[in-house]
Each structure stands twice: as structure tokens, then as C-alpha cells.
């Protein structure tokens, strides 16, 4: 029972940092309709360009204000030179325009700053906890407390902000958001800015836990399936699913795994995810969009 | 002037529905034809057979088999390396378990393994579309290259993963030469992509592009959807299967389950998107123009004097990919294959374009 | 205009059809029949149920209450395809043609019902299947010359001006010879002249095929020109039904039309004007 449990909140841990890539998506699918493919990219652009910096013996915080200023420009760039000529083609050209981003951008990440694996420490404590009986990484739970604080900054940025009314405004409708004066090119700046900031986050915690290199691309493919399951244009459901993700991935390691050839983490999540999409497209928290002719 | 079908009417449906219906396309294809079966197997040597020609050629049909899906039916798909193996490993396990099996009938057994997993995936595709169906053929792509590389059946145990053609022969002519493997796979490619023209070109083609251009309406007029997209499913991923076992018996000799993973399913992707989605002509353009590139890279690397790493010119490639996906989708969506179409028309035009 | 066509049997019948999306109710207890070769209109403001009948009668909406009886055969709910195959063709109110698809394969793609060619005979393309397409092509034909649409077949919809796309809807529509035709505001946005073409092409139809036709349409001259019966909806409810002329006096129709405050006859002319 204690074995479980230890499984069970390791699993759900991890599923926070699941749901840290997740809130990327969400948060741009929310306001442009574009899913973009290349947050996993973003993760390790922000991971590796961090790393680096902080490589060359610089203070801690002077590379966090240059890497967040990179982030910005990137959004930029994005908006600029993908986002703006692609403003009224169908969702899945901009989708594919967007596999064609992480290409680039992992291209262009590796260029600048080499493909060799950078230990990344950030001063998060990574001790085993003993709790009630249970160890617990003290490294996960602060995960987990990141993950918290980023959606409640998330959620007063969308309700409080004039910035964030205008983004559900976009999100609605670009056309109609753009006829009553909101500035469609800034706010797709500033929500890729954004998720550009949230891929940093991820970036930090994930470079920590397996080292900043290129298989943090990979972690994306994690966030997928979790993001489907929590429905594309929730927070609340990228969370829920991050967690679900991470919990039922590693329950099925470790009791199912070894009767089939283990390692079925990697595509357990995406039959989970299936499986619930079929009996509720919309995923758990999604809207549901009834279709008119 | 040369390039014109002024004088050449049509009298009869038949005539104006014939698959070149202007002269000048049918002796173009034909000197195609004649390039491809006479001239490139006596003049190109080993390499450019073996690692050119014949991986464009197989590329080329895996690129079919995904634009019967994508580029007709509408059904986007990330999972297509995925069926690639299913087929490489169902012909493999023909060969060794059936050794008397002959090879054409062992492509075509596999092409139909690699259909029934399609169809089993493509299920999903009633329920949800877009974004969520690509990720749902994701869930295939991961399944299947763990299955190949977990399950050591497949593979018939071998320790490696590593699975190996085993002699070929057709009619009991050896295919130890690669110019008869060329050949072969050349043979194969051209009558899969005349049968894939030909049904798109008929009532079965147009229900999938009906279903991809608005399947509301085309329920109405009586299309059902089940079927019209599982078919998608299964024709697309039959293209595939017979790829994918090509790939490992007439190109490679030898595969692994990763020959088949998420970076190939891309490649494939970026072929149509390049090449012309919802295009024949498209798929062999951009698996052309996909398969060069990196061999220009290097040209182009050499010129310098191989100044790059490898791994610098595998970032070159990454960029220049995706740039080009990039750049495709904003200024020419229908790709290479429209490009060339635009060209036919400049030419019925010249040199008096008014 | 004189009718030389001999109205027949009722074809379609709707009893008692309720309709709603969550908390709204698009349908209330509708009824209404279609005789054969009729033309029915459906009028009503913006938002009256119209197009909601017209997805219940060929299955695209299914009603939570009532039945459909179409040729004898009574059920709940239409299945598209079914509907389809039955006999029941329809456009539009927002034009749903395969934009990348050429005239003549959209106007071929409505007469896919009647291909019997399996996939692999269509691979191979010998024998049946050449004669199939040939065959097809030469109705789709006649189909283009009866709707003036030579010049554009072969260019793909999406670059068609609005009156020839609804055109070829119609087209499309009538390619798979139907016996009941669902009309959804055929001639929205058009001018004069396109609506003038129409008219003809609806009538031709009517009477040359026989073909029953259910439309919806804004502009009552041609409702009243055009139509032998006449259904009114408002708020999801039938509030008229009957001839033109019948319709056109009916106070509740009018009220729905102009408010109940509003003093009758002198409105009634303004409403029906151009007749």
C-alpha cells in the first residue's frame, strides 16, 4: 500500500511538470486558435539559452532577464515572420506551420549553443522527503508548488487584466476582436510572449531533473496526450490532465509494464488519452462546440 | 509555342477524360517512362541507384500513401512511419515463417497487414478531427514502434531488434544486383501510383475530397462517413505497408523498429507539404526535392572545404526544413506540384503571354 | 402563372417535430405535409426554426420529439446518408460546396450514390468503371447545360463568384435526380437577374422532373410567385400554412411579421410588395 501511494504521488508529481508544458499550449491555443507544436521547442530554446549563459559564470538573475528577454523577441520573430502572413488560413495550416517552427528553432538552439547535455542548477533541493511514512522528492513538490503559483498568476493575468480580457476577446473571435479596436498583432505578441515565459519555467524544472539537452523536445510528446485529455482551451483541464497523465503512466509501469516488455510509458498516455477522447471528444474540461450548417 | 493544345479538340467524354489528355503530357510521360526504365539503370552507377534512386522512389510512395489520406480525405495524419513498419515487419515475418511465399504476393500480404492496422486506427477519425486526430495517430506511431522493439516475436527474437531480408528472387530471378531492385521498385511504385491516380480521379476520390472539403454536405448528398474515411485509412496505410517493406527488403537489406520512428513520419509529412497536398505528381516532387536537399547540403559543405561538423549540417537541415514548411504554407500551400502546374500554364502562353 | 402539373399524394409528412440545443428551442411541436411535385415555402423572420426543418427533414439535426414520414416509411430521425439515398437532395443557406474541387467533379460527386464500382475496379479504372464515369459525365452534362454552366466546369468552386457557386449547389443537388429538393435560401444575395434565372431553373425543374421542392426564402414576390403552398414559422412554431393568398391574409402571420400593435392592411401592402 505504501508502495502505491509512493507511486501514486511520485506519478502525480511528475504529472505536474507534464502540466507545466501542457499550460504552454493551452494558454496559446486560448488566445490565437493555433496549436503550436513548437512548445516543446520553446522548452528547450529557453532550457538551453539559460544553461549557457549561465555557463559563462554570469549572476543568476542577469541570465534569467536576458533569456526572458529572448523569449519576447522570439514571440516577435514568430508573430513577424510565421504568424502574421498565415493570419486567415485554415487552423491546421497554421498547425503544420508550427512543426515546421520546431524544427527551426530546435535547429537554430542547437546552432547557437551546441547539442552536449548541461547540468542545470538552479538551487532547487532534490532530497527525498519523508512524509507520514512516505518518501516523497522534495525536488517534485517543489514542482508541484511552481506549477500552482503559475496557473493562479495564469488565471488573475486572464480575469483581472485589460491585456487578458482582450486575449478571450481574440480567443472568441480574431475578426470581431479586431473591429472593436483590440490590437490583434500585439496581443498575439504578448501570448506567445507568455507562453514563452511558461516554456522557461518548464525549461528550468525540467533541465534540472534530466539535464538540459535535446530530449527535452520529447517531453512535449508527454504533454500531448495531457493536454487532450484536459481539452485544448482549458487550464484548469491542462493541469488535471498533466496530473492524470503522470499518475496513471506510472501505475501502469510499474503493475502492467513488466507483463507486456515494459516501457510503456511511452505510449500509455496516448491510448488513455484515446480512449477518453472517443467517449468525450471534447476532453474533460473542453468546451463543447455544436456545429451548425 | 511548344506547349499548347490549341488544334487538339475533344470529341468524345471519353477523349477529354483520359488520364493526359493533352499531347504534349502524354509524350512527356512517356520520355519520362523511357528515362526511368532505360536510361537510369544503364547509366547510373551503384550509389546513385541504391542510396538515390531507390529511397526517393519508396519515399515517394509512402508519400502517396499519406496524401491519399491527408492530401484527399483531409485526415491528417502523424503516424505514417508507423504503418511503414507495420509493413516492413509483417513482410519480414512472412519471409521467414512462409519461406515458399513469393516476394510480389509478400508485399501485397503486407501492404494489407499494415491496411487492417490503419483501419483499427483510423476509428478514431469518426469521432474527432483535426489537431485531436493528429494527435491520435501519434498514439499509433508510439504504439507500434514499441511493439516492434518490445515484443520480441516480431522481430523473431533477435537480439538486436534488428530484422534482415533474407535472398531475393522474383520468378526465379535473383535480385542481388541493384539495378533489378531498382527496377523492381520502380515497377511496383509506377502501377501503385497509376492505381491511386485512377481512383482519385473517380467516384471514390471524390467522396474522400468531398469529406475533407466539407463533410457536413457531404453526408447529405449520401456519403458515408465510416466508410469513406476508414477506406482513406486503409488504401493510405496499404501505400505505406508496401513502403515500408520495400524499404527494409529492396533498400536497406537490413531495419530496425527506429528506421520507422516520429522523425520519419515527419519527413514523409514534409514531403507532401513541399511536394503538394491533395497532388500524384505532388508526392514524387517533394519526396525528389527532400531526398537531394541534404545531398546539396553537402555539396554545398564540400564547397567549403567540409568546413562543418556533422552535426552542424544536421542543424542546417533542421532549419532549412522547417523554414521551408514555413515558408510553403504562406506563400505556395499546393506546393512544388502547383508551382509546376503555374509553369504549364506560363508555357501554353508563351512567348505571347496576352 | 398558369400550373399545368398535377399536385399528388402527400410525400412528406412532419408531425409533431420538437427541436431544441440545450435551453433552446428551435422546434415546437411542428407539423407539415409536402404533396408530391409541390413547391412549399417556408417563410419567417431570422431565427423562426427554418433551417432547423430543413435539417430535420433530411437528418442532419435529430429531433427529440415527433416523426418523419417520408414515402411511407415513418421514423424518428433521418440519418444524412439515408435521407440521401432515399430521395431527398438540398442546398445551402451558406454555400457548402467541396471548395477544392472542380464544378464538374462537385456536380459528379452528387450522383455518387448511384456509382456501384467498387474502390479496386476504380484502381484499375478498365471496363465497368470507364463506362460508369462516362456515363455520369454525360447526365452531369445535360445537368450543365440545363443551368448554363458550360464555361466554368472545369474550374474549381472556391474562385466562382456567389450566384454561380449557389448555381452549382443547385446542381449538385438536382445531379442526384431526387424526388424531394430542400432549397435553403436559394437566392440570398443575389440581383435581380440571378434571381430571375433561378426562379426559371427551380420552375424548370418542378416541371419537368416533377420534382418536389421545399425552400426557404426571404423575398415573398418570389414565394408568392413561385409557390402552390405556403408554411409560416415563428419562435419555433408554425403560426401559417396554407395557399399564397391564404397565408398572405392571415392575421397571425402578419402580426409575426410586423407586431400585433401595427394597424393590418396598410402594412400588408408594404410587406407583399412587388406582387
Not at chain 3, 259 to 265: E, I, L, N, S
Amino acid at each position: 500500500m505504501t508502495f502505491f501511494l509512493e507511486v501514486l504521488v511520485g506519478g502525480l508529481l511528475s504529472g505536474a511538470m507534464y502540466s507545466l508544458v501542457a499550460l504552454g499550449f493551452v494558454l496559446i491555443f486560448k488566445a490565437s486558435g493555433v496549436f503550436n507544436f513548437a512548445q516543446g521547442a520553446m522548452v528547450l530554446f529557453s532550457a538551453l539559452t539559460l544553461v549557457s549563459l549561465l555557463e559563462k559564470g554570469w549572476n543568476l538573475w542577469m541570465c534569467l532577464g536576458i533569456t526572458l528577454a529572448g523569449m519576447v523577441f522570439l514571440a516577435y520573430l514568430i508573430e513577424r515572420i510565421v504568424l502574421r502572413p498565415l493570419v486567415n488560413q485554415p487552423p491546421l495550416a497554421l498547425f503544420l506551420a508550427t512543426i515546421g517552427l520546431a524544427f527551426a528553432i530546435e535547429g537554430i538552439a542547437q546552432a547557437m549553443w551546441g547539442t552536449q547535455v548541461h547540468g542545470l542548477n538552479v538551487g532547487i533541493p532534490d532530497v527525498p522527503l519523508n512524509v507520514k511514512g512516505l518518501l516523497i522528492s522534495e525536488f517534485d513538490i517543489f514542482t508541484g508548488i511552481i506549477a500552482a503559483v503559475l496557473v493562479a498568476a495564469l488565471a488573475l493575468f486572464f480575469s483581472k487584466t485589460r491585456v487578458g480580457r482582450a486575449l478571450r476577446a481574440v480567443a472568441d473571435d480574431h475578426e470581431a476582436a479586431l473591429t472593436v479596436g483590440i490590437p490583434l498583432r500585439h496581443i498575439w505578441v504578448i501570448v506567445w510572449a507568455v507562453a514563452g515565459i511558461v516554456a522557461l519555467v518548464a525549461g528550468i524544472v525540467w533541465g534540472s531533473r534530466v539535464g538540459v539537452q535535446f530530449s527535452l523536445v520529447l517531453i512535449a510528446y508527454k504533454a500531448l496526450p495531457a493536454l487532450i485529455l484536459g481539452g485544448l482551451d482549458s487550464v484548469p483541464g491542462a493541469i488535471a490532465g498533466g496530473l492524470l497523465i503522470g499518475a496513471s503512466e506510472k501505475l501502469a509501469e510499474v503493475y502492467v509494464g513488466p507483463f507486456v516488455g515494459g516501457a510503456i510509458e511511452s505510449w500509455f498516455p496516448y491510448m488513455l488519452a484515446l480512449g477518453f477522447l472517443l467517449i468525450r471528444p471534447e476532453g474533460l474540461f473542453g468546451e463543447v462546440h455544436i456545429e451548425r450548417v | 509555342m511548344i506547349y499548347r493544345e490549341a488544334g487538339q479538340f475533344k470529341a468524345t467524354y471519353s477523349a477529354d477524360q483520359a488520364l493526359f489528355p493533352i499531347r504534349q503530357d502524354q509524350v512527356g510521360v512517356a520520355i519520362l517512362l523511357v528515362i526511368a526504365y532505360i536510361v537510369v539503370p544503364f547509366v547510373g552507377n551503384d550509389y546513385w541507384l541504391g542510396s538515390i534512386f531507390i529511397p526517393f522512389l519508396v519515399l515517394s510512395l509512402a508519400a502517396l500513401g499519406l496524401n491519399i489520406l491527408t492530401g484527399y480525405a483531409g485526415q491528417l495524419s502523424l503516424g505514417t512511419a508507423g504503418f511503414m513498419a507495420v509493413g516492413a515487419f509483417a513482410a519480414y515475418n512472412f519471409a521467414i515463417r512462409v519461406p515458399a511465399i513469393p516476394l510480389l504476393l509478400n508485399f501485397a500480404l503486407s501492404g494489407l497487414c499494415a491496411a487492417c492496422v490503419g483501419i483499427l486506427f483510423g476509428v478514431p477519425s469518426l469521432r474527432i478531427k483535426g489537431f485531436y486526430l493528429a494527435v491520435a495517430t501519434l498514439a499509433s506511431q508510439f504504439f507500434i514502434e514499441w511493439l516492434f522493439t518490445r515484443v520480441g516475436w516480431f522481430t523473431n527474437y533477435s537480439t538486436s531488434g534488428v530484422i534482415s531480408a533474407p535472398p531475393l528472387s522474383i520468378f526465379g530471378h535473383s535480385l542481388s544486383s541493384v539495378w533489378s531492385r531498382y527496377v523492381l521498385t520502380l515497377a511496383i511504385v509506377t502501377v501503385m501510383a497509376l492505381g491511386a491516380k485512377n481512383m482519385v480521379r473517380s467516384s471514390v476520390g471524390r467522396a474522400w475530397m468531398a469529406v475533407r472539403d466539407m463533410d457536413v454536405a457531404a453526408e447529405v448528398i449520401g456519403i458515408r462517413m465510416l466508410r469513406t474515411k476508414l477506406l482513406a485509412f486503409g488504401v493510405s496505410s496499404f501505400y505505406c505497408g508496401v513502403a515500408g517493406a520495400l524499404w527494409a527488403f529492396l533498400y536497406l537489406g537490413t531495419v530496425e523498429p527506429q528506421a520507422f520512428d516520429l522523425a520519419r513520419s515527419f519527413q514523409i509529412l514534409f514531403m507532401i507539404i513541399i511536394g503538394g497536398v491533395g497532388s500524384i505528381l505532388g508526392s514524387f516532387l517533394g519526396a525528389a526535392f527532400i531526398v537531394l536537399l541534404p545531398i546539396f547540403i553537402n555539396i554545398g559543405s564540400g564547397m567549403f572545404g567540409h568546413a562543418f561538423r556533422a552535426d552542424t549540417i544536421t542543424q542546417i537541415e533542421l532549419i532549412l526544413f522547417g523554414g521551408l514548411i514555413i515558408f510553403f504554407l504562406i506563400v505556395e500551400p499546393h506546393g512544388l506540384a502547383r508551382l509546376w502546374r503555374i509553369g504549364k500554364e506560363k508555357l501554353r502562353l508563351w512567348p505571347f503571354p496576352y | 402563372m398558369v400550373k399545368t402539373r398535377v399536385i399528388g399524394e402527400v410525400i412528406l409528412k412532419l408531425e409533431n417535430v420538437s427541436l431544441s440545443f440545450g435551453g433552446v428551442q428551435a422546434l415546437s411541436d411542428v407539423s407539415l405535409q409536402v404533396r408530391e411535385r409541390q413547391i412549399l415555402a417556408i417563410i419567417g423572420p431570422n431565427g423562426a426554426g427554418k433551417s432547423s426543418m430543413l435539417n430535420v427533414i433530411n437528418g442532419v439535426y435529430h429531433p427529440q420529439q415527433g416523426k418523419i414520414t417520408f414515402k411511407g416509411r415513418t421514423r424518428t430521425s433521418m440519418r444524412p446518408h439515408d435521407a440521401a439515398a432515399m430521395g431527398i437532395a438540398r442546398t445551402f443557406q451558406n454555400i457548402a460546396l467541396f471548395k477544392g474541387m472542380t464544378v464538374l467533379d462537385n456536380i459528379l460527386a452528387g450522383r455518387n450514390l448511384m456509382m456501384r464500382t467498387s474502390f479496386l475496379e476504380q484502381a484499375l479504372y478498365l471496363g465497368r468503371t470507364k463506362r460508369e464515369e462516362l456515363a455520369h459525365r454525360e447526365k452531369v452534362e445535360e445537368i450543365i447545360d440545363f443551368l448554363h454552366i458550360q464555361a466554368v466546369r472545369k474550374t474549381p468552386v472556391g474562385r466562382l463568384p456567389y450566384g454561380l457557386q449557389k448555381r452549382v449547389e443547385l446542381a449538385r443537388a438536382f445531379a442526384a435526380e431526387p424526388e424531394l429538393l430542400l432549397l435553403d435560401e436559394p437566392m440570398a444575395g443575389m440581383n435581380l437577374e440571378e434571381k430571375e434565372d433561378m426562379c426559371r431553373f427551380i420552375l424548370d425543374v418542378n416541371e419537368q422532373f416533377g420534382t418536389t421542392i421545399v425552400l426557404i426564402e426571404h423575398d415573398m414576390s418570389v414565394v408568392m410567385d413561385i409557390s402552390d403552398h405556403v408554411v409560416v414559422l415563428d419562435f419555433g412554431r408554425k403560426i401559417g400554412d396554407g395557399t399564397p393568398d391564404e397565408v398572405r391574409r392571415d392575421p397571425r402571420v402578419i402580426d409575426a411579421y410586423l407586431g400585433p400593435t401595427q394597424a393590418a392592411p396598410y402594412h400588408e401592402k408594404e410587406l407583399f410588395h412587388g406582387m
